[in-house]
């Protein structure tokens, strides 16, 4: 099972960026469909965008246009840009994987710890 370790929250205004990361353990990553998720205070976990093994992309209608996830295969890493983000934005965001593009989508893929960003001026 891989294991995952988010990084890159933090606080932020609103209309700023942040990057975040998920570094993924061993060397299988090129064939994994990779997620982000987020959860905000007491509401549901929301699939935010999708990377598979080939590049293809998905997102959320909240957050196209606004933000970007790309996968580094070298370095066994993917990212979420989150540019012009809003107070709405807040959660702790996980990423999950799965070799299997379904698992991911359904939230039944490997998970991180999370990591938090806080949208607030």
């Known amino acids: 099972q891989v294991q995952l370790v988010e990084s890159g929250g933090g606080l932020v205004q609103p209309g700023g960026s942040l990057r975040l990361s998920c570094a993924a353990s061993?060397?299988?990553?090129?064939?994994?469909?990779m997620g982000w998720y987020r959860q905000a205070p007491g509401k549901q976990r929301e699939l935010v965008a999708t990377i598979t093994s080939g590049g293809n992309t998905n997102y959320a209608d909240s957050v196209k246009g606004r933000f970007t996830i790309s996968r580094d295969n070298a370095k066994n890493t993917v990212y979420l840009q989150m540019n012009s983000l809003k107070p709405e934005d807040t959660a702790v965001y996980y990423c999950n994987a799965d070799p299997d593009f379904y698992t991911v989508v359904t939230a039944r893929g490997s998970w991180g710890q999370g990591t938090q960003v806080t949208v607030s001026s």
């Open positions: 061993g060397n299988m990553f090129s064939i994994y469909v």
